[in-house]
């Protein structure tokens, strides 16, 4: 088939979480034979070549916090109009006439919105063509979660609003969706409950890529190592927590690195922030223990997945394992400040037996499952349209 994949910024650098995210969708569509187009923004300044079957519809500073007075530009519309804040960066005339132009010029026979933010685009959409809504998480929810926690004031009015609003938007797209692809199995179920004839099926992600073992005897950098994308809000107040309340029990013996942009303003001696890394998985196997110390978010957390996918034990919080189920035994799952440092002794222990073997063999099993669940939701397109059934 030809497909026509709307997402928000192009992802084949897989620079977020995100765009690890909808490269693994588009990797395992290709997988299974069909042609894919991908249109999505680049950010401002970035010269690289686009990859395999991506068009550029413009130019977006996508985090905010690098888009300067635009960003108030973007509230002041969004607040006019109506519509979510998170979605109103992404809304242009360019983008419209593109998905319009794309989907003539290719004879599409399926469109796939990857993202509430991509509901803008609803309306451009031909008569009768199949539509997957690709859902990264539950939108209303983690607006809701925030809001619960700002206090009072603006902030706390400004995530309802922003609840309320993504949360119309995601419905609605569940709703006119042929099928919703949800990365949990507890965020299909929220999806099927709330949208009266949705049809949502669980697509398990995996991890970015799979490492190699390690030679016996390798040497490691550090005891502990964490990496993500801290200037995101979830992931800040995630390390905010490690450095508050886990790092003044940890032993002065080990050494700590927090590899990614944005931990130099939250962390102090004796954690070392190291910024930007090249190769996450080079920095992931110099470490002998990975922390994902989450405490919201949602989704599908990527590093948990890619930690796990270095074959390198990990200690992580149940925020960080939402949606993987039964991981294998070189991951322990810790709370509270004194779990997660107990955790951290016992996998640190000289006698503590190697577990990366079993680690590799599990993330090779989720890849292999996901290329599977997507495959079988194409079938079904085909079934149907045999059948006379989705447009």
């Given at each position: 088939?030809?497909?026509?994949?709307?997402?928000?910024?192009?992802?084949?650098?897989?620079?977020?979480?995100?765009?690890?995210?909808?490269?693994?969708?588009?990797?395992?569509?290709?997988?299974?034979?069909?042609?894919?187009?991908v249109l999505g923004y680049r950010r401002p300044g970035d010269k690289s070549a686009p990859g395999l079957g991506e068009v550029v519809v413009g130019e977006r500073p996508i985090e905010?916090?690098?888009?300067?007075?635009?960003?108030?530009?973007?509230?002041?519309?969004?607040?006019?109009?109506?519509?979510?804040?998170?979605?109103?960066?992404?809304?242009?005339?360019?983008?419209?006439?593109?998905?319009?132009?794309?989907?003539?010029?290719?004879?599409?026979?399926?469109?796939?919105?990857?993202?509430?933010?991509?509901?803008?685009?609803?309306?451009?959409?031909?008569?009768?063509?199949?539509?997957?809504?690709?859902?990264?998480?539950?939108?209303?929810?983690?607006?809701?979660?925030?809001?619960?926690?700002?206090?009072?004031?603006?902030?706390?009015?400004?995530?309802?609003?922003?609840?309320?609003?993504?949360?119309?938007?995601?419905?609605?797209?569940?709703?006119?969706?042929?099928?919703?692809?949800?990365?949990?199995?507890?965020?299909?179920?929220?999806?099927?409950?709330?949208?009266?004839?949705?049809?949502?099926?669980?697509?398990?992600?995996?991890?970015?890529?799979?490492?190699?073992?390690?030679?016996?005897?390798?040497?490691?950098?550090?005891?502990?190592?964490?990496?993500?994308?801290?200037?995101?809000?979830?992931?800040?107040?995630?390390?905010?927590?490690?450095?508050?309340?886990?790092?003044?029990?940890?032993?002065?013996?080990?050494?700590?690195?927090?590899?990614?942009?944005?931990?130099?303003?939250?962390?102090?001696?004796?954690?070392?922030?190291?910024?930007?890394?090249?190769?996450?998985?080079?920095?992931?196997?110099?470490?002998?223990?990975?922390?994902?110390?989450?405490?919201?978010?949602?989704?599908?957390?990527?590093?948990?997945?890619?930690?796990?996918?270095?074959?390198?034990?990990?200690?992580?919080?149940?925020?960080?394992?939402?949606?993987?189920?039964?991981?294998?035994?070189?991951?322990?799952?810790?709370?509270?400040?004194?779990?997660?440092?107990?955790?951290?002794?016992?996998?640190?222990?000289?006698?503590?037996?190697?577990?990366?073997?079993?680690?590799?063999?599990?993330?090779?099993?989720?890849?292999?499952?996901?290329?599977?669940?997507?495959?079988?939701?194409?079938?079904?397109?085909?079934?149907?349209?045999?059948?006379?059934?989705?447009?």
């Amino acid at each position: 088939m030809n497909i026509v994949y709307c997402t928000t910024v192009l992802p084949s650098s897989k620079r977020t979480g995100g765009e690890i995210a909808t490269q693994s969708f588009i990797d395992a569509l290709r997988a299974a034979g069909h042609c894919v187009t991908v249109l999505g923004y680049r950010r401002p300044g970035d010269k690289s070549a686009p990859g395999l079957g991506e068009v550029v519809v413009g130019e977006r500073p996508i985090e905010t916090h690098h888009a300067g007075l635009r960003a108030y530009g973007w509230l002041i519309s969004a607040l006019g109009r109506g519509r979510p804040y998170s979605a109103e960066k992404y809304v242009s005339h360019e983008y419209r006439s593109r998905l319009r132009a794309t989907v003539s010029g290719s004879g599409a026979q399926v469109v796939v919105l990857d993202h509430a933010q991509m509901g803008f685009l609803l309306g451009d959409l031909p008569d009768r063509c199949p539509l997957v809504y690709v859902a990264h998480n539950v939108e209303r929810d983690i607006y809701l979660a925030q809001r619960a926690t700002a206090g009072r004031g603006l902030k706390r009015w400004l995530m309802g609003r922003e609840a309320r609003l993504i949360g119309r938007m995601e419905a609605r797209l569940a709703h006119c969706a042929d099928q919703t692809w949800a990365l949990t199995a507890s965020d299909r179920e929220k999806f099927v409950s709330r949208v009266p004839g949705c049809r949502a099926f669980v697509c398990a992600v995996p991890a970015t890529s799979i490492a190699e073992p390690l030679a016996v005897g390798s040497s490691m950098d550090w005891e502990c190592g964490l990496l993500g994308t801290w200037t995101w809000d979830a992931n800040a107040e995630g390390l905010r927590w490690f450095q508050r309340e886990v790092v003044p029990l940890l032993s002065q013996k080990w050494r700590v690195a927090v590899a990614g942009r944005g931990a130099s303003a939250i962390v102090s001696s004796p954690v070392e922030a190291l910024g930007f890394v090249p190769d996450a998985v080079d920095f992931l196997q110099s470490c002998k223990v990975i922390c994902i110390p989450a405490t919201s978010g949602g989704g599908v957390q990527i590093k948990t997945l890619d930690a796990i996918a270095s074959g390198r034990p990990v200690v992580a919080t149940s925020m960080a394992m939402r949606g993987i189920d039964s991981p294998p035994p070189s991951v322990r799952i810790a709370d509270t400040a004194d779990a997660f440092v107990a955790a951290l002794g016992h996998l640190l222990s000289p006698d503590r037996k190697e577990m990366g073997g079993a680690a590799l063999a599990w993330s090779r099993v989720r890849r292999d499952v996901f290329f599977e669940q997507i495959g079988h939701c194409m079938e079904e397109f085909g079934r149907a349209k045999c059948e006379g059934g989705y447009g």
